[in-house]
């Protein structure tokens, strides 16, 4: 099994910028747990990320002829205008389960707005740099569970 991560704007600067709500831990540091725990599960992870839009559409379309069978996104600030990604999801049909490090909800009022959700197997938000692994796990067992009940 082989499960695409991608992150989307100024996840780059994780463990640099508004610490108090990010946390310490940077990119590097959370794709190093997140490949822990695959490890541990027995899969393939691939990471990207990138501060624009287009980028992530093209790695989503490149994802399909690349065989990846599921996907981990934090969209960052797209969760909240990005059709274009949710339509790059849409037409290569990925399996995805999407994660935010802050609770959104709780937020300002223009992040209650998420363009993801209700395409998403699941929403993980709140839960820090853990929330990666949550995200990583349920979507592993969604697509082990299919694969055995077909």
């Known amino acids: 099994m082989k499960i695409l991560l991608v992150n989307g704007p100024n996840l ?4 640099v910028r508004e610490v108090s709500a990010y946390g310490t831990m940077g990119l590097g540091d959370i794709e190093t747990v997140f490949l822990s725990k695959a490890d541990e599960l027995g899969i393939e992870c691939v990471f990207f990320q990138s501060n624009h839009e287009g980028d992530i559409i093209e790695r989503i379309h490149a994802a399909m002829a690349e065989g990846i069978d599921g996907m981990v996104i934090n969209p960052g600030a797209y969760t909240h205008t990005s059709i274009a990604i949710r339509d ?3 037409s290569v049909d990925l399996v995805f389960a999407e994660v935010h490090i802050t609770n959104v909800f709780s937020r300002e009022a223009f992040r209650q707005k998420n363009l993801f959700s209700d395409i998403a197997l699941g929403t993980i938000s709140g839960f820090g740099s853990h929330g990666y692994v949550l995200a990583l796990e349920g979507l592993v067992n969604h697509i ?6 077909e």
């Open 12 to 15: 780059n600067m994780l463990g």
């Open 88 to 90: 790059a999801i849409l």
């Open 144 to 149: 082990r569970r299919k694969e055995t009940n």
